[in-house]
């Protein structure tokens, strides 16, 4: 939000009312992207989870425990994973004939 406020600023300097609401849209169109797409992908990477359990487990800690649930729902839930000695990988050697 810091630093949107420039971006306003400039945005208002060179062209008005309409390129605010440019900036503004191209902003939110960064951050859907960002917080639904990018930051569940790079989490399931670093923890080696897939991406579907990444984003669900996001959306339910923030449900639950608001912004600290973002920040710690991903290793409490590798945590928990870790105690119940489940693995990403015995899942897929079940599979495998």
């Not at 191209?26 to 930051?39: R, S």
């Not at 339910?60 to 928990?80: A, R």
Request: overall charge negative.
């Amino acid at each position: 939000m810091i630093s949107l406020i420039p971006l306003l600023i400039i945005g208002y300097n060179i062209g008005g009312l309409t390129t605010v609401t440019y900036v503004l849209v191209i902003i939110a169109v960064l951050h859907f992207i960002e917080g639904y797409f990018l930051n569940p992908k790079l989490m399931s990477t670093k923890m080696n989870l897939p991406m579907f359990y990444t984003f669900s487990m996001l959306l339910f800690s923030e449900h639950y425990l608001g912004v600290w649930g973002l920040i710690l729902g991903i290793p409490i839930f590798v945590f928990m994973l870790d105690i119940l000695e489940i693995t990403h990988e015995d899942s897929f050697e079940k599979v495998k004939p």
